[in-house]
T-cell receptor
């Protein structure tokens, strides 16, 4: 059962903001939204996470809608090195989604010169 | 350096020959998990462990076994590998639930 839905692919021009959407309409109150990215066949790397407030770190910003049913990962100034597959997952503090994580296929972001 | 270490990184084996892919973390994490990645199918969870001696099936556990006898180690066992288990495998760990996952570098397994 897919807990999140992401577009399979997106393009972005270098230097522009990349906005990657994620739908998690069945999210529970105790579940966080996490974003990871995978460059080539390397191990996925953590980007950012949030519960209900918008979050920002040195890599990206995360915007979560008020109803928490969707979110957007923003890479403010995409570079060629941001070309990767981006995964959005939900993970709970307790219950099944604490351990059983569903990554799905993610969004393949291609940053073009 | 805090890390998740998988071995071997690459392995070619034959059908039916038992093998173990090791996973070790040095961060005192309670949670550990295994995933396989196949073209077009994304990352799929095989097994996970919330703590020592506690393991649960993920979405694709068939053909795999795991054990968690120590906190730092979570080996993935293929008792009788088959060609459909040819895949890229990742191990990951986190402090506990709802925490950031740290992934290993991956193990590419080919079963002939």
């Amino acid at each position: 059962d897919a807990k999140t839905t992401q577009p399979p692919s997106m393009d972005c021009a270098e230097g522009r903001a990349a906005n990657l959407p994620c739908n998690h309409s069945t999210i529970s109150g105790n579940e966080y939204v996490y974003w990871y990215r995978q460059i080539h066949s390397q191990g996925p790397q953590y980007i950012i996470h949030g519960l209900k407030n918008n979050e920002t770190n040195e890599m990206a910003s995360l915007i979560i809608t008020e109803d928490r049913k969707s979110s957007t990962l923003i890479l403010p100034h995409a570079t060629l090195r941001d070309t990767a597959v981006y995964y959005c997952i939900v993970r709970g503090l307790y219950g099944g989604s604490q351990g059983n994580l569903i990554f799905g296929k993610g969004t393949k972001l291609s940053v073009k010169p | 350096e805090a890390q998740v270490t998988q071995n071997p990184r690459y392995l070619i084996t034959v059908t039916g020959k038992k093998l173990t892919v090791t996973c070790s973390q040095n961060m005192n994490h309670e949670y550990m998990s295994w995933y396989r990645q196949d073209p077009g199918l994304g990352l799929r969870q095989i097994y996970y462990s919330m703590n020592v001696e506690v393991t649960d099936k993920g979405d694709v556990p068939e053909g795999y076994k795991v054990s968690r006898k120590e906190k730092r180690n979570f080996p993935l066992i293929l008792e009788s590998p088959s060609p459909n288990q040819t895949s890229l495998y990742f191990c990951a760990s986190s402090i506990s639930g709802a925490n950031v996952l740290t992934f290993g570098a991956g193990s590419r397994l080919t079963v002939l």
